[in-house]
């Protein structure tokens, strides 16, 4: 079994700062992909950022210069940091992980955290 826990979400002002925290723990045997999304009410899920087992990143347009995504590859975390905050960031944010399990070596499987709310006001 493996497990998705993130932190860090709340209520900040317009210009302000947040880190996102993605935590996976369980019988994991590697990573290979770290990603963040988020949705606001009424829209699709979105890819807000992305790491690569190697380390490469991509970001949306919409964040690019103002957030941050960082990997630990040996306490299984994702990082998230975002400054420069807008009232149009809100939304539910979630981790994406692809992970192998020690249980299904042969297997990788996408699992996604709870979401954490993140809301900007103006």
């Known amino acids: 079994q493996v497990q998705l826990v993130e932190s860090g979400g709340g209520l900040v002002q317009a210009g302000g700062s947040l880190r996102l925290s993605c935590a996976a723990s369980?019988?994991?045997?590697?990573?290979?992909?770290m990603g963040w999304y988020r949705q606001a009410p009424g829209k699709l899920r979105e890819l807000v950022a992305e790491i690569t087992s190697g380390g490469l990143t991509n970001y949306a347009d919409s964040v690019k210069g103002r957030f941050t995504i960082s990997r630990d590859n040996a306490k299984n975390t994702v990082d998230l940091q975002m400054n420069s905050l807008k009232p149009e960031d809100t939304a539910v944010y979630y981790c994406?992980?692809?992970?192998?399990?020690?249980?299904?070596?042969?297997?990788?499987?996408?699992?996604w955290g709870q979401g954490i709310q993140v809301t900007v006001s103006s």
């Open positions: 994406n992980l692809l992970i192998t399990s020690t249980a299904r070596p042969t297997v990788r499987t996408y699992y």
């Open positions: 369980g019988s994991i045997f590697s990573i290979n992909y």
